[in-house]
């Protein structure tokens, strides 16, 4: 009985709201740190797994043109020594290549070559078919 009657009053009833609000207060502060803490860490988890991904790709990118590069300087380096009159021509053809793969089927053939007509057909070749396709020949 004494209990309703304390209940129902207004300094009771302040008290009650003030506790309230000050509780709701607090929850919604720790809500947010909590949640900032949890954006935070799966932000970072994201961050992390795209930049992995991206310096991958970064790095592929950045192995495959330096495979490029020692291919062509291969390549030069044969036609220089054997047949050096199709110098020009064949950094020509080779600068035009970005597939590692047709590169490297491009020295093999000039390496494998009996004689500067052949290298001569095989560059002639090139550009027509094989730039940026795989080889099939």
Known sequence: MYGDILEESWVYQEILEKGKAQGLEKGMAQGIE?????????????GLEKGLEKGMAQGLEKGRREELRRMRAALLTIVRKNYLFLLQPAEMVSEKISDPEVLQDLLVKIALAADGQ????????????????????
């Open 118 to 137: 052949e290298v001569q057909e095989i560059l002639a070749y090139v550009p027509e078919i094989n730039i940026g396709q795989t080889a099939t020949n």
């Open 34 to 46: 909590i949640g900032m803490a949890q954006g935070l860490e799966k932000g970072l988890e994201k």
